[in-house]
């Protein structure tokens, strides 16, 4: 898009150029994530994260579970649960040396993340009819 006089619109340019910026960093984001599961898998899978791990990474590499599915709770195997309890003292230790206030904004985003972990794992209402 132009402006009078042939010259580009300079507010087009600058959103063109924050969205090539944000794709970039998009992709760069994806490739550390992925990065960082290949070395949480590995680790895993070699039992340097111990053996519930190492259960629940061979059950993720045939396809029976994922790493969403064990710390959602769908994932219910006795491996899984102890994952999430041990998650759970871990986090619970951690905010235990942790300032008063930074507790509550955790405490805040943990209600939050719950309410939408609820909404997204609660199965579809059905409307049924009267007639």
């Not at 949480?40 to 396809?63: H, K, N």
């Not at 206030?101 to 009819?129: C, G, I, K, N, W």
């Amino acid at each position: 898009m132009s402006v009078p006089g042939g010259q580009p619109d300079p507010v087009l340019a600058r959103l063109e150029a924050l969205i090539g910026t944000l794709e970039r960093d998009a992709r760069a984001s994806e490739r550390e994530l992925a990065d960082s599961d290949r070395e949480r898998a590995d680790a895993a899978r070699d039992g340097r994260m111990g053996p519930e791990w190492q259960r629940v990474q061979r059950r993720i590499d045939a396809g029976e579970t994922t790493v969403l599915d064990v710390f959602s709770g769908r994932d219910e195997s006795p491996e899984a649960q102890r994952l999430r309890e041990m998650s759970s003292a871990n986090l619970q230790a951690l905010r235990e040396t942790m300032p008063p206030d930074l507790v509550e904004e955790v405490e805040d985003s943990d209600e939050a993340f719950d309410r939408m972990r609820e909404r997204v794992t609660r199965p579809p209402r059905r409307d049924v009819d009267d007639a």
